[in-house]
C-alpha cells in the first residue's frame, strides 16, 4: 500500500521483505517440554530402579520426616499400639509364671494387682508407659521381674515419646511451610537498563518476619551437546544475578526486582526475541535464607519457561511512600507494562547491527549513541593499522 502512495519504492519493499524474511532462522514446531521444577518449587524428577533400599533404614528419622502425613500419623500410632501390647503380653506372663491368674491363689501377694486377664494387663501397660496411674494397679516387691520389666518399659516409652514426637515436630516445623509465603512473579521479563539488556523477575516474603542472610541464584537448565557427541538432557548453568555488592545476598524487606546482565558470559547472549521463543531452556531461580523465629534454612524455587519470559516488559512499580514510611500494593505484583525497545540479541545490540525498521521503527537516542562508539572504535582501529603500516614500510625503506 505505502508502494502505491509512492511514499516507498516497490523496490525497496521488495529487498525488505526478504532480508526480514532471512534475518531469522526456521525452526521446527516446539514440543512442550517436562519442567524440571514447576511453579511451585516441586521438582519434578522421579527416582526409579533404587536397588539399595536399605539406604533408608540407615537414617529413619530422616525417612520418617520425608513421609506422607497419612503414613507418618499410621506410623505413630502403631507404634505406641504395638510397644502397649508388647508389655501387655510381658505382664501377662508374669502374673501367669506366678500364678495370679488363679483364683483359687486368691489369699497370696501378686507380681501386679488386679491383673485377671489380658485385658488388664492391656490397661496396666498403657497406664505404666504413658504415666496415667489410676491407682487400681501397681507393681509389688514379690516380683523382680517385675520391677526389671518396669524399669525397661518406662525407658522404651521414653524413647519411642521423643522419636515420635520429634519426628511430627519436624514435619509441622519444615522449612517449605516458611516458603509458602516467599512469592515469586509469574512472568520474567527481557528489557534495557542503561543500554543493556536485563534478564528480570521480582520476589517477595508476604511475612513481616524476615529473611535472615537471604541469598539468590539463577540457573539454566537446558539440554546440550558436547563437542564429542555426549549428549547432556539436564545441563545446569549458573548465570550471574546483578549485585553491587558482589555477592547473591539481598535484604528482602520489601520485593525486588532481581536481574541478570545479558553480556558475553550470558547463555541469553546471542538470543533474540524471535529466537528465544523457539528455545528449549528452562531458567531456574532459587530463594534461600535462614527464618528469622526459628532459625531453620528455608528455600523457595520457581522456574521460568521461554513462553513466560516477556520481552520488552518491565514490572509495574509498587513501592509508594504513604505517611512515612512505605506502603507495598501487592496487587500489582506481577503485572508488567510493554515497553518500546529493540527486539535483536544482545550481542547485535552491543555491536550495532539491529535494524530499526525491522524493531518496529523506534531508534532511541541511546541505540544511536552505541552505534557511534562502535563506529568510531572501528574507525580507531583502521587508523592505528594505516599507521602502523606506514611506519613499518619507512622503517624498511
Not at 216 to 237: C, L, M, N, W
Not at 363 to 388: C, G, P, Q, W
Request: glycine content about 6%; charged content about 25%; proline content about 3%.
Amino acid at each position: 500500500m505505502l508502494a502505491r502512495k509512492g511514499l516507498i519504492h516497490e523496490e525497496y519493499l521488495i529487498t525488505r521483505l526478504v532480508e526480514d524474511k532471512d534475518a531469522h532462522p526456521q525452526y521446527r514446531a516446539k514440543t512442550r517440554k517436562a519442567r524440571f521444577v514447576s511453579k511451585n518449587g516441586a521438582c519434578n524428577v522421579a527416582h526409579k530402579n533404587i536397588r539399595e533400599q536399605g539406604r533408608f533404614l540407615q537414617d529413619v528419622f530422616t525417612t520418617m520426616v520425608d513421609l506422607k502425613w497419612q503414613h507418618s500419623l499410621l506410623i505413630f500410632t502403631m507404634t505406641f499400639i504395638c510397644s502397649w501390647m508388647l508389655f501387655a503380653m510381658a505382664w501377662w506372663l508374669i502374673a501367669f509364671a506366678h500364678g495370679d491368674l488363679d483364683p483359687k491363689r486368691s489369699n497370696s501377694i501378686p507380681c501386679v494387682t488386679n491383673i485377671q486377664s489380658f485385658t488388664s494387663a492391656f490397661l496396666f501397660s498403657i497406664e505404666v508407659q504413658v504415666t496415667i496411674g489410676f491407682g487400681g494397679r501397681m507393681v509389688t516387691e514379690q516380683c523382680p521381674l517385675a520391677i526389671t520389666i518396669l524399669i525397661i518399659q518406662n525407658i522404651s516409652g521414653l524413647i519411642i515419646n521423643a522419636v515420635m514426637l520429634g519426628c511430627i515436630f519436624m514435619k509441622t516445623a519444615q522449612a517449605n511451610r516458611r516458603a509458602e509465603t516467599l512469592i515469586f512473579s509469574k512472568h520474567a521479563v527481557i528489557a534495557c537498563r542503561d543500554g543493556k539488556y536485563r534478564f528480570m523477575f521480582r520476589v517477595g516474603d508476604l511475612r513481616k518476619s524476615m529473611i535472615i542472610s537471604a541469598s539468590i541464584k539463577i540457573q539454566v537448565v537446558k539440554k546440550t551437546t558436547t563437542d564429542e557427541g555426549e549428549v547432556i538432557p539436564i545441563s545446569q548453568v549458573d548465570i550471574q544475578v546483578e549485585n553491587p555488592v558482589g555477592t547473591n545476598s539481598i535484604f528482602l524487606v520489601s520485593p525486588l526486582i532481581i536481574s541478570h546482565t545479558i553480556d558475553e558470559k550470558s547463555p541469553f547472549y546471542n538470543f533474540s526475541a524471535y529466537d528465544l521463543c523457539h528455545q528449549d531452556l528452562e531458567v531456574v531461580a532459587i530463594l534461600e535464607g535462614v527464618v528469622e523465629t526459628t532459625g531453620i534454612t528455608t528455600q523457595a524455587r520457581t522456574s521460568y519457561l521461554p513462553e513466560e519470559i516477556l520481552w520488552g516488559h518491565r514490572f509495574v512499580p509498587i513501592v509508594t511512600e504513604e505517611e512515612g514510611r512505605y506502603s507495598v500494593d501487592y496487587s500489582k505484583f506481577g503485572k508488567t507494562v510493554k515497553v518500546r525497545g529493540p527486539l535483536c540479541s544482545a550481542k547485535d545490540l552491543m555491536e550495532g547491527r539491529y535494524n530499526p525498521v525491522s524493531e518496529g521503527g523506534h531508534t532511541s537516542r541511546m541505540f544511536k549513541r552505541r552505534r557511534v562508539e562502535n563506529h568510531e572504535a572501528s574507525l580507531s582501529e583502521k587508523k592505528i593499522a594505516r599507521e602502523t603500516s606506514s611506519h613499518d614500510s619507512l622503517s624498511d625503506s
